[in-house]
């Protein structure tokens, strides 16, 4: 059963806990999509890759994350893999779209690298 807002993504992004595992920072930051976070976004990307900005579209509502696959990204690894299907409703039509992406450690926690 899902974790309410707060106690679950909402605590990540309010930077009081960090994301244990790949796949919890993938969830985290899909919350952080729904809510409009954009500066947690930007926190928890590779600065290597990290854009200078995050531009987050209104009209897009992130609906539900389905976590098809991950690969390594435990807390005994230091770089893990998390495929994805988001689902969205934008102007009033359902869609979705799937990643895979690359997340490593940097300075101690989980970041988002790239696509693969």
Sequence with gaps: MPAP???CCGRLHR???S???????MRSR???FSVG???YLLRTWHPSTRPPAVELDG???WTRLEVLETTGGSAFHTEG???FRAHYVERGEPGHMEEH???ARHAGGWVYVEAL
Excluded: H, N, Q
Excluded at 19 to 25: G, M, R, S, V
């Design 19 to 25: 994301a244990p595992t790949a796949e919890a920072l």
């Design 5 to 7: 807002y707060g106690d």
């Design 81 to 83: 893999t998390v495929r």
């Design 37 to 39: 976070d954009a500066g």
């Design 59 to 61: 009209s897009i509502r």
């Design 30 to 32: 899909f919350s952080a």
């Design 101 to 103: 992406s690359r997340f």
């Design 15 to 17: 930077g009081t806990a």
